[in-house]
C-alpha cells in the first residue's frame, strides 16, 4: 500500500503537535517558538510537526500545521498532495469553533480531500462532545470523533475513522 | 530611550551600514512583527519566523550544528533570515547584486544587539 500523507490542523492550542508526538512511531520533527502572546501555552508550532505512524499494515505520514492564522501560507504548503485531513478543535474552548470552521471550508476548497473532525480535551469536563461540536459545524455525526490527544488509544481514533471513510467513499 | 525607540534606533543604524537592503523586519519567534520599514510587514513576519524555525529543525536533523541563517535566493534578490536570540527573528531583503559577506557580517552583530534589547 502506498503511504498516506494526512495533514493535522486547526485552530492554536488544539492539539496538534500534542497528538503527532503521542502517535508518531519515528522520532517527530517540530518547529515551536516561544509565543509572545498569551495564547495559555509557552511555545508554539511556526512552520510544521512530521510524524509517521502504520495503521492496518496502511503507513500515514503525518503533517501537522500551525494554528494561527498568520501562517496560513503553511497550510497550502502542507496540503500539497494530501490525501486525507484531520481537522483538530478544543472541545472546551466553543470561541474556536467559528475559526475551526473557517478553516476546515478554506482547507478542503484548496484540497477536496476525505476529512474528519477531531474534539479533543475529552477527559477534561466540562467540554463538547462530537455530537454536539457535530451539529455545531453542520457536519455528519461520523465525520466528527471526540479525543484525548495525549492518550494513544484515543488520540488514534480520528485516524481509524478516517481510513474507514476513505474506504467506504474508495467503495462506493 | 523605551524598548521600542531602541529598537527602532538598531534598525536606522543597520540601513545606514547595509544601504543596498531592500527592506529589514524585526519580528518575534512566534512571527508577530516588532519594528519594519516594510509596507507588507505582518506577512513577512509570518514568514521570517517560519523559514528560521525551519532551518533550525533542518540544521539540527541533518547535523549541522547551530543555525547561522536561512537564505532564500531569488532571481532579483535575497531573503536572508537570522536568529536575534531566542525571542527574535532578523530578516533582511537585499537586490541579487548584493555583497552577502558584508550583509552577513553586518547583520550577526546587529542580531547580537537586538537580542539584548528584546
Known sequence: MEPLKVVVSGPVGAGKS???????????VDTDALTSEAIGKELTTVAMD????????QLLYLFGTPGQERFDFM???????A????LLVRGDRPEDFPQARRQLDYLLSQQPVPYVVGVTRQDQPPVWGPEEVALY??????RVVGLNATEPTSAVQPLVRLLELMLQEGAA | MTKQEQLQQILRELKQALPELRS???????GLPIVHDSADAP????????????????????????LEETIVRGREGYFVVYAAGDKGVLALAAPSGANLGLIHLEARDFATRLAQVL
Open chain 2, 24 to 30: 529589514v523586519v524585526v519580528a518575534s519567534t512566534d
Open chain 2, 43 to 66: 506577512r513577512v513576519a509570518a514568514m521570517a519566523a517560519t523559514a528560521l524555525g525551519l532551518g533550525k529543525r533542518i540544521s539540527q536533523t541533518t547535523e549541522l550544528g547551530s
Open chain 1, 50 to 57: 512530521y510524524g509517521t505512524l502504520t495503521l492496518e499494515d
Open chain 1, 18 to 28: 500534542t497528538l503527532i508526538r503521542t502517535l508518531s512511531e519515528t522520532e517527530i
Open chain 1, 83 to 86: 490525501l486525507g485531513m484531520v
Open chain 1, 137 to 142: 459545524l453542520g457536519q455528519p455525526a461520523e
Open chain 1, 75 to 81: 497550510w497550502d504548503v502542507l496540503t500539497e498532495g
